[in-house]
């Protein structure tokens, strides 16, 4: 139940940013979204320092902090998130920036992970990895992180360029499937103790690639009420498999290692979140690109019409299609996860 009341705030926080930032940029200047963090940062500073104290089993890392590791895990992870946020605008390989960044990041990963494994006090304690549930579970979250952030990417992108819904309204539509999520989460919550975690994990896969699917049926003269039940759907396969693979994969870590294992998940779901926004942002440019050619190889000029009217259209439908083909993907993903459920064992927590 702790970990569904914490990850109401984990899964539901960044599903009602669109909401306030639509409001903004509808109705002041587009800026103002990036400083709205400023005193919710500094409120956020404070309450961790009030409320959150050192928990007593934690220990200070013998022989001092690992600068050098903390180094090279900084610098590798930094070039890879440029990599896969900036690999699709700057056309991957052909950019000399992108090949430096890649092997950096390769190298100084590789050097970290070897550091890590060879060291008495590592940076990061990656013995978790020795319990298959602690494993599974990862491989899951990457598939989660794939798909929750892959999502949030293109539906609004879709609702704004297919669907022509404003920014503000874009929030609006993303709002019943935070909601949901929240519902889904308390109610998983008291469900676990009787059902397996395996079932609700697979069930919350399987609502997620419906409701994937679903958003692949629509089109440019869909409406905010089309899109209300696959949200909410989407909300609700959210809920369910976010808490029982947390609580299940965290369950045999000893306390000791606790903070650390559960450090090492979020970074994997993260890193599982860029590369699926790069994924399908490269997707993305190419589906539209072949979906524009193959409509345009059909289009005869129509009297009236200019050819920057018959270019918007095509442009509009063969966005329409693309969005259409990632929604998909992303529901074979989901239902990809499945095959990770059957490994994920609830255990007992370890003292």
Not at 49 to 77: C, E, N, R, T
Request: charged share 10%; with cysteine.
């Amino acid at each position: 139940m702790a970990t569904a009341i914490f990850g109401v705030g984990a899964m539901v926080g960044p599903a009602l940013g669109p909401l306030l930032g639509g409001y903004i940029i509808d109705n002041a200047t587009w800026p103002l979204i990036f400083f709205v963090n400023l005193p919710i940062g500094i409120a956020a500073f404070f309450m961790t320092i009030a409320f959150i104290p050192d928990p007593h089993y934690l220990q200070k890392p013998k022989g001092g902090v690992d600068w050098l590791g903390l180094a090279l895990l900084s610098s590798g992870l930094a070039a890879l998130q440029y990599v896969l946020e900036r690999g699709q605008h700057d056309d991957w390989w052909d950019s000399s920036t992108i090949v430096v960044l890649s092997f950096v990041a390769v190298l100084a990963t590789a050097w970290f992970l070897i550091r890590t494994l060879r060291a008495a006090h590592p940076l990061v304690d990656l013995r978790s990895f020795r319990f298959p549930t602690f494993v599974f579970g990862n491989l899951l979250m990457i598939i989660v992180g794939f798909g929750l952030y892959g999502t949030a990417l293109i539906m609004p992108l879709f609702f704004q360029t297919s669907m022509g819904t404003t920014a503000f309204g874009t929030g609006v539509a993303l709002l019943p499937g935070a909601l949901a999520t929240a519902v889904a989460m308390v109610v998983v919550g008291r469900l676990m103790p009787v059902v397996d975690a395996r079932i609700l994990t697979a069930a919350g896969l399987l609502l997620s690639a419906w409701s994937c699917w679903w958003f692949g049926d629509l089109n440019g003269s869909a409406g905010l009420t089309d899109v209300f039940w696959p949200r909410l759907i989407q909300g609700l396969g959210m809920g369910l498999t976010f808490v029982p693979v947390t609580a299940t994969m965290l369950a045999p870590i000893p306390k000791n290692e606790l903070a650390s294992a559960t450090g090492v998940s979020m970074l994997v779901r993260q890193l599982g979140a860029s590369v699926g926004i790069a994924v399908l942002t490269t997707l993305l440019a190419r589906e539209t690109s072949v979906a524009w050619m193959a409509l345009a190889g059909g289009v005869t000029r129509s009297s009236g019409a200019s050819m920057g009217q018959i270019n918007g259209l095509l442009m509009q439908s063969a966005s329409a299609i693309a969005y259409s083909y990632l929604f998909r993907i992303c529901a074979c993903v989901f239902v990809g996860g499945l095959a990770f459920v059957v490994f994920i064992k609830p255990a007992r927590a370890t003292a």
